[in-house]
C-alpha cells in the first residue's frame, strides 16, 4: 500500500479532526469502542472489523466506564506531576531555555503477553546478533573477508574505532544495552526501523511514564495484570555489578554522562538515582596506573563499571576523538589492561547505522546459524551501483538517511520534495553514493492518542530495550523489557516520529493473562545493602555546583528583598530609593551608576533594569545561574527542592513576558514577594530535608559566605557616608536584612547608625549577621573531609585560621567607632572594615574552592607538531 | 645502511601540569626493508605508568602517565635502523584499474588487508572533486599504476612550495589544493586523496630523513623534523612509497617510524594535560651513521 505512508500521519484519513485554532472542547467522554468503530485503518486497537482486539479488552471496558470528564481532571493532575517532578528533555538548537517537559500521554498502549513474548524474542535477536557482530569486527573481521558486509560499511564508518581493535572488553560481551525502534508496517507484523547500539536513551523516560501513567490509572493498571518494568531495571543492576573486573557484592558503577546540556540529561539523572549509581562526568574520572578513580571530596575511589551515555568516540580524548571535552583520558587503556568494564563497550557505536540493515539476513545466518526472525524495514545502502540505480528509479517512495553519522541530517522524505530538490538530491546521492542509505516509506499502524477528552489514531513507533543477562557469553541471552517507550506522531508531524520533533510519549503496557509479579525497585527488594553515611565520595564537580548555588541563590535572596524594599519605598522619594539601588548595584557587581535618576518612574525603570536586563549581574542572570548549577547538581537535590528551583524560573518567565509592559509597582512588588517566599521556601527545604553529608555543608557554606558578602556590599553600599535622611535608608536596611522585628525589639523607634551595625555586623545571635556567618563557616570548615596526600590538617587549619581571623576582627571592633563620622560626614572606620571585608572573604572562597573543588580544571589537549621550516632550509 | 636517530620533543608549559596522559609512536617499526636495532625512549618527568603495544596498523606506541606536577616535558627517542636498499621499481604494472577492482573484489588477502587504507579518514576524504580533477591527468585508462603514480608524486611536488606558515595541522586538504602550498604532511595528505579518490589503497607514513647526507648528496627537505610521505598499494609488489616533499622513491635515507591512515593515526607525541596555561613545542630530529648491528650470540 505504497499510497498511504508516515507522511499522512499528518492528516489521518479516518477521523474528523477539531478545525484548527478551535478552542480545545470539553472532555466528551469519547470512548475506545466509538474509536474502534470508527477505525478504518492498521490500529493497534482496532482490527479490521472495527472491533476492539482482545489484548486490549480488559483496559477499554475499564476505560469506557470512566465518567465523563474523569479521565481529564486526573491527567491535569498528571500533568503538575510532570511539571513538578522537573521531567524534561533538552532541544538541541532550542535557543530559548533549551529545556522542555516531557511530552506524555495518558493512553496506554496495550501489548499482549503472547504478542509481546514474540517480538522480544526478535528483539533479543538482533541485540545477539550486534553483539557477535562487534566481536567479529573488533576481532578476526571474518564478515569482511567472506564479503558478507561491504568493507566500506565498516572501514569508513566514523564509528569504527581502530584502537578498539583488539581490545577484549570485560567479560568478551560488546553490547549489554540495546534498544530497537520497532513499527507495524503494512502487514501487520513488527519491523525495526533504527537500532540503537551506542547509548540507548529512554529505559528512563519509559519508566517515568509508567509512574505517572498507573497513577492516572491506577484500578485499570492493577486489573489488566500488567507486566513490571522492574524486571528489567532489575536485570540492568544484575548485568552491571556481573561485569565488574574486581568481582564483589558491591562494585562501584558510575554512570557517565555527557552533562546536563544533553538531550536526555534528565533520564540520565533519574536512572543513576533510581538505580543507585553514582552520576558522573568525564571531569569527574581520571585514569591513575591503569585504573580509573571518580574524584570525590575524600578522595580518588575506584571506579568497576561505567554505564555509558557518552557517544564512545568521545570517552577517550587521548586515542579516541581528540576534540572531546567530556571524555576521560586513558580510559582506552585501562579497558585493556582489564580495570574497568564499560557497558556499551567502546566501538559499539560501529553498527548503529540502518546501511547495516539489508546485509543482516545474511550476517545472522553466519555468525548465529539462525535466519532473522525480525526483519528490518526495506532498506537499501546506496554504495553498490546496481542498488544505486535502483533507489533512484523509484526515489519517489523513498526516505534518504546518512550511512554515518554525520552531524545531525534529518531523513530527506522525497515525496515533499519539488523536483528542483529532488534533482539535487539525485546529484548528492550519485556524487558521493556509499554515504546514504534508502528506506521505503513504512505504512505505520496506529494508536488512539487521547487528546482534549477526543481519541485521535496517531502513527506509532516503539522502542524496546534488551539488557544482556549477567555474566553471559558473546552471542548470548538477553532481557527485553516488558513494555517500551511508546512514541506516537503529533499531528503535523511530516517527519520521522521523534520526541524531538513533537511527538509524544505513552506508556506500554504488556498485558499477562494472570497476576504478575508485583516487583518494584523504588521500595528496594532483596539482599540488605552495605549501610552508608557516606559523605566522602562527593564528586568535587558536584560539591563546586551546589557551593554555587548555595551563593547565587544567596545573592537572589538578597536582591529580591534589596528591589522589593526599594519598591516599597518609591514613595518617600530619593532616599532610601538611591540607596538601595546602590545596593543593589553592588550586588549585582555592577560598578558605573547610570545618571541620577530623579523621578519615581526613572527609579523604578532602573530596578527593573537591574531585574530584567539581559546584562550580567542582574536579577534575571542570577536566577539563571541558580536554574543553571542546581540543574548541574540535579541528582543530589530533593524532587522538592528541584521543584522550587522550577518554579523560580517560572515566575521570571512568566514576569519576562510582561515586563516593560505591566511596570506598575504593585506589579513588581508581588512577583518579588513570591520570589522572596520561594526562595525562603527553598533555604527552608535545604536545612530540613538536605542530609548533612559533605553535599549540604558546601551548599551551606556557599549561602554563608555569599550573606556576609552581601551584607558588606550592602553597608558599604549605603552607610559609609551620613547622611540627613539615614534613619530611613537604616530601617529600610533593617527590612531588607529581614531584622527589623529585632531591632525595633531591642531599640523601640530610635534608628541610629552604631545599633544597626551591631544588629547586622557583629551580633552573633542574629541569623543575618556577618559575624554569625563567620561562625558557621568556621564550624564547617573544621569538619570539612581531610584531603588525602596532604598534610594533615593543613589545609582546613588555613582556612579556619582565615575565618577566625575575620571573626575576631568583627568581635573585637566596637560598633560606636564603626559608626563615628568625621568633617566630610564619612565613616573612615566602616569603610576600612567593609574593604577588609571585601578583601578576605572573596579570599577566603577562593581558597575553599582551590582546596577541594579545584578538580574541575579542564583536561586540555596538547598542541600536536608543526612542521617548522628547518634552519638553513631553504625554502622552494 | 644503519642510521642513529636522535629525537627530541620537548613541551614547555607556562603554568605547572599536574598530571598528563600521552600516547606515542615514536619506535620505528620494522619493515621488509628495515630493521631496528636498539631503541630506547627516555621520558622526563618519569612517567608513573609506561606500557608499550603494537596497534592495528603494526605500530609500536607507548602509553603514559605522568602523575609528578611538572613544567615541561621532555621526550628522547633513540634508535638504531637499518634500513636496505630499494629494489628497483618494475619496469610494467597492474593497469590502475585493475588494482581499484582487486581491491573492491577483496581478491586475495592482501586486497583485503589494504582495503583498510582506501577509504575517508580523518584528515583525507575520499569524496573530493578537487583531488579526483587533480589526480586524473596521470591516470589514463590502462596505465600501469606504479608509472601514474609516480608521475602523480612529481607533480605534486612541481606544483605545490614548501612553505612552513602557509597551514597548520587543522588544514584540511581540499584547502591545500587551493593554496597549492605545505608541508610534507600535506603534500602526503594531498596525495593520499588524490590516490583514495581513485578507489587506491594508500597509505601515510611518518619517519625520518637523513640529516646528514652522505658526501655528494643533497639534504633533503624536511629533515631536522619529523618526515612524512606515503605509500600506494601495488598488488604482488606490496607497498610503493612515494614522497612527493622531495620527487622521490624512499630509499636508504628514509627510516619508517609508522604508518596508518594518515596522520592522526600515527601522531609522534600526543598528549592531554592538566593545567599547563600556554605551552610551546621544540622538536628536534637528528640522524648521523650508527654503529653496525652487534654480533648475535
Redo the contacts between chains.
Keep these: 500500500m505504497p499510497g498511504t505512508t508516515l507522511r499522512a500521519a499528518t492528516d489521518p484519513p479516518r477521523t474528523p479532526e477539531a478545525a484548527p485554532g478551535a478552542v480545545a472542547s470539553p472532555p466528551t467522554g469519547d470512548t475506545l469502542r466509538a474509536y474502534a468503530a470508527r477505525s478504518t485503518g492498521l490500529d493497534e486497537l482496532a482490527d479490521e472489523r472495527g472491533e476492539i482486539r482482545p489484548a486490549w479488552r480488559g483496559f477499554a471496558a475499564r476505560f469506557d466506564a470512566l465518567a465523563p470528564g474523569e479521565l481529564a481532571r486526573r491527567w491535569a493532575e498528571a500533568r503538575h506531576l510532570i511539571h513538578d517532578n522537573g521531567v524534561s528533555f533538552n532541544v538541541y538548537g532550542d535557543p530559548k531555555g533549551m529545556e522542555r517537559p516531557w511530552p506524555l500521554g495518558p493512553m496506554p498502549i496495550v501489548v499482549g503477553a503472547e504478542e509481546h513474548a514474540a517480538l522480544a524474542r526478535g528483539v533479543t535477536q538482533r541485540a545477539r546478533l550486534f553483539d557477535a557482530l562487534l566481536a567479529d569486527i573488533y576481532g578476526p573481521q571474518r564478515v569482511l573477508d567472506e564479503g558478507l558486509l561491504p568493507a566500506e560499511l565498516v572501514l569508513a564508518h566514523p564509528g569504527f574505532l581502530r584502537p578498539c581493535r583488539g581490545v577484549a572488553p570485560m567479560g568478551g560481551r560488546f553490547l549489554h544495552l540495546y534498544a530497537a525502534d520497532v513499527v507495524r508496517g503494512g502487514s501487520g507484523a513488527w519491523s525495526v526501523l533504527a537500532d540503537r547500539t551506542q547509548a540507548p536513551s529512554g529505559a528512563g523516560y519509559a519508566l517515568e511514564n509508567r509512574i505517572i501513567v498507573s497513577r492516572i490509572l491506577p484500578d485499570e493498571f492493577r486489573d489488566c495484570h500488567v507486566e513490571r518494568l522492574a524486571t528489567y531495571f532489575q536485570q540492568v543492576r544484575r548485568t552491571m555489578v556481573a561485569l565488574a573486573p574486581r568481582g564483589g557484592d558491591n562494585p562501584r558503577v558510575v554512570l557517565l554522562s555527557p552533562g546536563p546540556y544533553n538531550a536526555t540529561y534528565f533520564e540520565q539523572a533519574f536512572l543513576a538515582q533510581y538505580l543507585g549509581y553514582m552520576l558522573v562526568e568525564g571531569a569527574d574520572l581520571t585514569v591513575r596506573d591503569g585504573c580509573v578513580y571518580v574524584k570525590t571530596l575524600g578522595g580518588l575511589h575506584r571506579v568497576d563499571v561505567i554505564r555509558r551515555r557518552l557517544n564512545d568516540d568521545f570517552c577517550d580524548p587521548l586515542e579516541l576523538r581528540a576534540d572531546s571535552a567530556l571524555g576521560v583520558p586513558g580510559l582506552l587503556e585501562a579497558v585493556r589492561e582489564g580495570n574497568v568494564a564499560i557497558a556499551n563497550a567502546l566501538g559499539s557505536g560501529v553498527v548503529q547505522t540502518a546501511a547495516l540493515m539489508p546485509f543482516l539476513p545474511a550476517v545472522c545466518r553466519a555468525l548465529l546459524g539462525e535466519e532473522l526472525a525480525l526483519p528490518s524495514v526495506e532498506t537499501w545502502w546506496c554504495g553498490e551501483p546496481r542498488v544505486l540505480a535502483h533507489v533512484l528509479a523509484q526515489l519517489d517512495d523513498m526516505v534518504i538517511k546518512p550511512a554515518f553519522p554525520t552531524g545531525r541530517i534529518e531523513p530527506i522524505f522525497c515525496d515533499e520534495l519539488d523536483a528542483a530538490a529532488l534533482a539535487e538530491l539525485r546529484a548528492r546521492l550519485q556524487a558521493n553514493p556509499s554515504a546514504w542509505v534508502a528506506q521505503r516509506r513504512a505504512t505505520l499502524s496506529t494508536t488512539p492518542l487521547w487528546e482534549a477528552g477526543e481519541l485521535q489514531p496517531r502513527r506509532l513507533l516503539m522502542r524496546s530495550f534488551a539488557v544482556s543477562e549477567a555474566g553471559s557469553e558473546v552471542g548470548g541471552a538477553y532481557h527485553v523489557m516488558p513494555g517500551g517507550l511508546g512514541v506516537v506522531a503529533a499531528r503535523d508531524q511530516r517527519h520521522d516520529i521523534s520526541i524531538q520533533r513533537g511527538a509524544t510519549s505513552q506508556d506500554t503496557w504488556v498485558v499477562a493473562d494472570g497476576p504478575v509479579n508485583a516487583l518494584s525497585l523504588l521500595r528496594p527488594a532483596g539482599a540488605p545493602v552495605e549501610l552508608s553515611r557516606g559523605g566522602g565520595d562527593l564528586p568535587s564537580r558536584v560539591a563546586d555546583n551546589l557551593y554555587w548555588l548555595g551563593r547565587y541563590a544567596e545573592r537572589l535572596d538578597a536582591m529580591a528583598r534589596l528591589a522589593r524594599t526599594a519598591v516599597a519605598r518609591l514613595p518617600d522619594g530619593a532616599e532610601p530609593t538611591d540607596s538601595l539601588l546602590r545596593a543593589l548595584r553592588a550586588q549585582a557587581r555592577i560598578l558605573t551608576p547610570p545618571e541620577p535618576a530623579p523621578g519615581e518612574r526613572d527609579r523604578l525603570a532602573e530596578i527593573a533594569a537591574l531585574i530584567f536586563e539581559e546584562k550580567q549581574g542582574t536579577l534575571a542572570d542570577t536566577l539563571r545561574a541558580v536554574h543553571r548549577v542546581g540543574r548541574a547538581a540535579r541528582d543530589r537535590l530533593s524532587s522538592d527542592t528541584w521543584r522550587v528551583i522550577t518554579a523560580l524560573d517560572q515566575e521570571l518567565r512568566e514576569a519576562e513576558t510582561w515586563a516593560g509592559v505591566v511596570n506598575t509597582t504593585g506589579a513588581f512588588s508581588s512577583l518579588l514577594d513570591r520570589l522572596v517566599a520561594l526562595l525562603a521556601a527553598l533555604s527552608g527545604l535545604v536545612m530540613d530535608s538536605m542530609s548533612r553529608g559533605h553535599g549540604w555543608r558546601f551548599l551551606d557554606m556557599g549561602r554563608r559566605l555569599e550573606r556576609a558578602v552581601s551584607l558588606a556590599l550592602t553597608i558599604d553600599a549605603t552607610l559609609t557616608t551620613a547622611q540627613p535622611a539615614e534613619p530611613l535608608v537604616l530601617e529600610s536596611l533593617l527590612e531588607a536584612a529581614d531584622s527589623a522585628i529585632t531591632y525595633r525589639r531591642r531599640y523601640l523607634a530610635s534608628l541610629q547608625a552604631a545599633p544597626v551595625l551591631d544588629l547586622l555586623l557583629t551580633d552573633p545571635t542574629n541569623p543575618r549577621s556577618v559575624v554569625f556567618q563567620l561562625g558557621a563557616l568556621l564550624e564547617h570548615i573544621v569538619k570539612l573531609p581531610h584531603l588525602p596526600g596532604r598534610a594533615r590538617d593543613g589545609i582546613e587549619t588555613a582556612l579556619a585560621g582565615g575565618a577566625d581571623a575575620l571573626l575576631s576582627r568583627l568581635e573585637e571592633t566596637s560598633v560606636r567607632r564603626l559608626a563615628e563620622v568625621d568633617a566630610d560626614e564619612r565613616r573612615p572606620e566602616l569603610v576600612a572594615m567593609m574593604a577588609e571585608l571585601a578583601r578576605e572573604l572573596p579570599a577566603l572562597s577562593d581558597a575553599l574552592t582551590e582546596s577541594y573543588l579545584n578538580h574541575a580544571t579542564q583536561a586540555r589537549q596538547l598542541a600536536r607538531l608543526v612542521w617548522r621550516a628547518p634552519e638553513g632550509a631553504s625554502e622552494r | 645502511m644503519i642510521h642513529h636517530v636522535v629525537h627530541v620533543?620537548e613541551?614547555l608549559y607556562s603554568e605547572r601540569v599536574?598530571?598528563?596522559?600521552?600516547?606515542l609512536h615514536l619506535l620505528p617499526r620494522s619493515t621488509p626493508t628495515q630493521r631496528c636495532l636498539r631503541e630506547e625512549l627516555e621520558i622526563a618527568p618519569p612517567p608513573?605508568?609506561r606500557?608499550e603495544?603494537t596497534?592495528?596498523?603494526g605500530n609500536r606506541c607507548t602509553?603514559v602517565?605522568i602523575?609528578e606536577p611538572h613544567n615541561n616535558l621532555r621526550v628522547t627517542s633513540r634508535a638504531d635502523v637499518d634500513v636496505a636498499p630499494p629494489a628497483p621499481l618494475p619496469a610494467t604494472s597492474a593497469p590502475w584499474e585493475a588494482v581499484r577492482e582487486a581491491v573492491r573484489a577483496?581478491a586475495d588477502a592482501d586486497a583485503?588487508a589494504a582495503?583498510?587504507y582506501?577509504?575517508?579518514s580523518?584528515h583525507v576524504p575520499?569524496?573530493s572533486?578537487a583531488a579526483r580533477a587533480y589526480a586524473l591527468p596521470s591516470f589514463a585508462a590502462g596505465r600501469g599504476i606504479v608509472e601514474a603514480a609516480r608521475e602523480l608524486t612529481t607533480r605534486i611536488n612541481k606544483d605545490f612550495?614548501?612553505?612552513?606558515?602557509a597551514t597548520?595541522?587543522a588544514t584540511p586538504v581540499e584547502e591545500v589544493l587551493k593554496l597549492r602550498r605545505g608541508?610534507?604532511?600535506d603534500f602526503a595528505h594531498v596525495e593520499l586523496a588524490c590516490l583514495r579518490a581513485l578507489g587506491l589503497p594508500a597509505r601515510y607514513v611518518s619517519g625520518y630523513l637523513v640529516t646528514r647526507p652522505p658526501p655528494g648528496k643533497p639534504?633533503l627537505?624536511?629533515?631536522?623534523?619529523?618526515h612524512a610521505w606515503v605509500a600506494v598499494f601495488v598488488p604482488a609488489l606490496g607497498w610503493l612509497p612515494l614522497d612527493p616533499t622531495n620527487d622521490l622513491v624512499p630509499g636508504e635515507q628514509h627510516i619508517t617510524v609508522a604508518w596508518g591512515r594518515d596522520?592522526?593515526?600515527v601522531?609522534?607525541?600526543?598528549?592531554?594535560?592538566?593545567?599547563?596555561g600556554r605551552?610551546d613545542?621544540w622538536?628536534s630530529v637528528d640522524v648521523s651513521p650508527g654503529e653496525p648491528a652487534p654480533a648475535t650470540g
Excluded: K, N, W
Design positions: 620533543t613541551y599536574s598530571t598528563s596522559h600521552h600516547d608513573a605508568m606500557r603495544r596497534d592495528d596498523f602509553y602517565e602523575h577483496g583485503r582495503r583498510a582506501a577509504f575517508a580523518p575520499t569524496s572533486a612550495v614548501y612553505d612552513s606558515r597548520t595541522i608541508v610534507c604532511q639534504r627537505v624536511g629533515a631536522d623534523a619529523s596522520y592522526s593515526d601522531t609522534p607525541v600526543r598528549g592531554v594535560i592538566m593545567g599547563g605551552h613545542l622538536v
